[in-house]
């Protein structure tokens, strides 16, 4: 709603609303939905005139309104709709898993040298050499400041 108290016509949303179709267990999405929101996606982003974030907040709204009056499949099909394309992603600020994956082996690259998964050890196993604490990036400077001790000798002041 704006600040007058109208409803904002949202039309990405609206055009997921009209994919919605009563199947024998409920509510659920067209089976053709994914390419129909494709469609809507380039024609969204093709007019300059529609703000995209706020119309796929609206979508990822819609979906959240499912989920809250327990229709968790049908919410779970539109929340697909949007995790399926890397644009609306990227509007959301979400990065797909699959980059999430290649960044996470480009790191394990940089770190190792080979394109393997850096792991955390198996709890009890001794953690691999030359490896950080995590608390060092939490808290810069505190390992060192573990290993500091205290003079045991008395000090005196110069007067």
Known sequence: MNKQGNPKH???ADIVMRMVQKGDRGLKLHPRASLG???ALDAMFANTT????Q????VVRLG??????????LAGQINDLLAHDPRALAVLGISSGKATRDAKQ????LVTGKKDNVIAPIFGKA???????VSSFLEPGADLKR???ASKRPVRLAR
């Open 127 to 133: 953690a691999p050499a030359g490896s950080m604490k």
């Open 10 to 12: 949202y039309a990405l």
């Open 50 to 53: 529609l703000d995209a974030r």
């Open 147 to 149: 290993r500091a001790t």
């Open 64 to 73: 959240a309104l499912f989920q809250r009056d327990r229709l968790p499949e």
């Open 106 to 109: 480009r790191f394990a690259k």
């Open 55 to 58: 119309e796929l907040e609206a």
């Open 37 to 39: 929101f494709k469609m």
